[in-house]
């Protein structure tokens, strides 16, 4: 795709419910990374992928969250029994290779309200 | 564990006038810096990447200037547009494939 695609935009839901986030990189790009940014709050690192496997999943927060990646490509954050304090904004990014050497391009994010 | 501060948290200036951003980290063994912005409501777009060994970078009216040894960055601007308004972030790489950590931002507008 032109650019990095998530959905859905805009996720309202009950606490205590599961929810699923779903990212789909630019085409060609290996590297994914999810993030999250809470108002106020500068962007904190939740987990990175390198094709279809988690080298560094040390940014999430507790064993609620998880996240897959499926054919080096589509990647889904799931985040069990929400909390209200899991209320932020989910952004995904990917880039060619690695932040050492490239741009990252973002998506315009998740923005999740747990009540 | 590396710290990344910007000011002003907020700046407003008229249209046309050249402005200074400010990006400071506390450990300087970093791989790259990154300028991104964010517009309310989207994701970030990266600005300009400038690596460890290079001093600065320049992209139309944008040039971001690195001093590694000091832990400082800074982003020009010049010639403010309206169209310049958004929140401006840094970014810094300390050498791990994954870890970018961010300042909370400066949020810029620009008035007619």
């Known amino acids: 795709g032109a650019g990095v695609s998530q959905s859905p935009s805009n996720k309202v839901t009950e606490k205590g419910k599961d929810v699923e986030l779903r990212c789909d990189p630019i085409?060609?790009?290996?590297?994914l990374y999810w993030y999250r940014q809470s108002l106020g709050q500068g962007l904190e690192f939740l987990i990175y992928f390198q094709g279809n496997s988690a080298p560094d999943k040390s940014g999430l927060p507790s064993d609620r969250f998880s996240a897959e990646r499926t054919g080096g490509s589509v990647s889904t954050l799931t985040i069990q029994r929400t909390q209200q304090e899991d209320s932020a904004v989910y952004l995904c990014?990917?880039?060619?290779?690695?932040?050492?050497?490239?741009?990252?391009?973002f998506g315009s994010g998740t923005q999740l309200s747990v009540l | 564990k590396q710290e990344v501060t910007q000011i002003p948290a907020a700046l407003s200036v008229p249209e046309g006038e050249n402005l200074v951003l400010n990006c400071s980290f506390t450990?300087?063994?970093?791989?790259?810096l990154q300028w991104f912005r964010q517009d309310p409501g989207k994701g970030l777009t990266s600005l300009l990447l400038?690596?460890?060994?290079?001093r600065e970078q320049t992209s139309g009216r944008l040039n971001a200037s690195l001093d590694k040894s000091s832990g400082r960055s800074t982003l020009y601007i010049a010639a403010s547009q309206p169209g310049d308004s958004a929140t401006y972030l840094c970014a810094v790489n300390t050498g791990t494939a994954s870890k970018l950590t961010f300042g909370t931002g400066t949020r810029l507008q620009v008035t007619l």
């Open positions: 400038i690596q460890s060994s290079q």
């Open positions: 085409s060609g790009h290996t590297a």
């Open positions: 450990d300087s063994a970093i791989y790259n």
């Open positions: 990014a990917s880039s060619l290779g690695t932040v050492t050497n490239e741009k990252l391009f």
